[in-house]
């Protein structure tokens, strides 16, 4: 069992940064595979980002690539997405996810087996 925390959302201007953060809970944190996803209100959740146990494998949604940045500590059990270059079509409620492998595992889509309760980021024009 892995309980996830969120922070580091907010309100920020059309081009600017934010740097998410997730927390997790237990002392296996290093056996996860690790996830951002997001949700607009009236969209489905879509995936953002995801990387692997050892943090040198990531993977990027196309919308997103070039702009932001997962990464993890396993020593502080905290994955992070940063955020840069924001559009108006970032705005969503963000959500960190955690998995265990499995042999039908996919690191953009999953399924993944722990969830946060999300961050909001609003970003205006």
């Known amino acids: 069992q892995v309980q996830l925390v969120e922070s580091g959302g907010g309100l920020v201007q059309a081009g600017g940064s934010l740097r998410l953060s997730c927390a997790a809970s237990g002392r296996t944190f290093s056996t996860y595979y690790m996830a951002w996803f997001r949700q607009a209100p009236g969209s489905e959740r879509e995936s953002v980002a995801a990387?692997?146990?050892?943090?040198?494998?990531?993977y990027y949604a196309d919308s997103v690539k070039g702009r932001f940045t997962i990464s993890r500590d396993n020593a502080k059990n905290t994955v992070y997405l940063q955020m840069n270059s924001l559009e108006a079509e970032d705005t969503a409620v963000y959500y960190c996810?955690?998995?265990?492998?499995?042999?039908?595992?996919?690191?953009?889509?999953?399924?993944?087996?722990?969830w946060g309760q999300g961050t909001q980021v609003t970003v205006s024009s």
């Open positions: 996810a955690a998995s265990m492998w499995r042999s039908t595992f996919t690191p953009l889509e999953g399924p993944y087996d722990y």
């Open positions: 990387i692997v146990r050892s943090g040198v494998g990531t």
